[in-house]
């Protein structure tokens, strides 16, 4: 069983910026990936990246956020900049063995793994 623990959600001005981490309880070389989920929304996939280091982003956030992955602290990566009232969400890591980048942002990718979340809050 794989475990995801995020963390670096909190609370800033639009504009701003945040980090968000996601450790994981094993080694993954393999898709994992980012999304969110606003009171009243659907869940978005906003950002993944596959085992081959292929990256994959949401018109959302392309040009404001960037995935990274470092294998070796087991440990993916958000970089959120420029952020927007609208970026305002619970966002969540999720991992699965498929390389399943291209899909998440056409719409239809189904994670295996999931962590617990964490908060980001953008003010005007």
């Known amino acids: 069983q794989v475990q995801l623990v995020e963390s670096g959600g909190g609370s800033v001005q639009a504009g701003g910026s945040l980090r968000l981490s996601c450790v994981a309880s094993?080694?993954?070389?393999?898709?994992m990936a980012w999304f969110r989920q606003a009171p009243g929304k659907p869940r978005e996939g906003i950002a993944a990246?596959?085992?081959?280091?292929?990256?994959f982003y949401a018109d959302t956030v392309k040009g404001r956020f960037t995935i990274s992955k470092d294998n070796a602290k087991n440990t993916l990566y958000l970089q959120m900049n420029s952020l927007k009232p609208e970026d305002t969400a619970m966002y969540y890591c999720?991992?699965?063995?498929?390389?399943?980048?291209?899909?998440?942002?056409?719409?239809?990718?189904?994670?295996?793994?999931w962590g617990q979340g964490t908060q980001v809050t953008v003010s005007s």
């Open positions: 094993t080694y993954l070389n393999n898709c």
């Open positions: 999720a991992a699965d063995f498929r390389d399943l980048g291209r899909t998440m942002v056409a719409g239809g990718a189904d994670f295996r793994y």
């Open positions: 990246i596959d085992s081959d280091g292929s990256t």
